[in-house]
Nanobody, 126 residues
Framework: QVQLVESGGGLVQAGGSRRLSCAASGRTFSSGAVGWFRQAPGKERDFVAAITWGGTGTNYADSVKGRFTISRDNAKNTVNLQMNSLKPEDTAVYYC???????????????????WGQGTQVTVSS
């Protein structure tokens, strides 16, 4: 079992920045991918970014490329999402997810992942 806890959400003005963190605990793993997804009211949960845990590589949705940066800290079992130049369209609940036993970040769908956090709300005001 892997437990994931997101933090860092809140209210930010358009054009501002926010950093989200995903802390993992429970079963340790040497390979896998951690992804960030977001879900706006009435919408499906969509891919934002992903990073490998024991390998190399990152991946971003076109809508956030150049504005968001995903990073990892293996020693702290933490994955971060730095969000810059935020837009009202970025308003959503942000979730982190983990897929175990892979060496690629090329996982774009909710059904690719094994474990999920509870989410953290990000609201971007205009």
């Amino acid at each position: 079992q892997v437990q994931l806890v997101e933090s860092g959400g809140g209210l930010v003005q358009a054009g501002g920045s926010r950093r989200l963190s995903c802390a993992a605990s429970g079963r340790t793993f040497s390979s896998g991918a951690v992804g960030w997804f977001r879900q706006a009211p009435g919408k499906e949960r969509d891919f934002v970014a992903a990073i490998t845990w024991g390998g190399t590589g990152t991946n971003y949705a076109d809508s956030v490329k150049g504005r968001f940066t995903i990073s990892r800290d293996n020693a702290k079992n933490t994955v971060n999402l730095q969000m810059n130049s935020l837009k009202p369209e970025d308003t959503a609940v942000y979730y982190c997810a983990a897929k175990i036993g892979v060496y690629s970040a090329k996982y774009y769908y909710t059904w690719n992942y094994d474990y999920w956090g509870q989410g953290t709300q990000v609201t971007v005001s205009s």
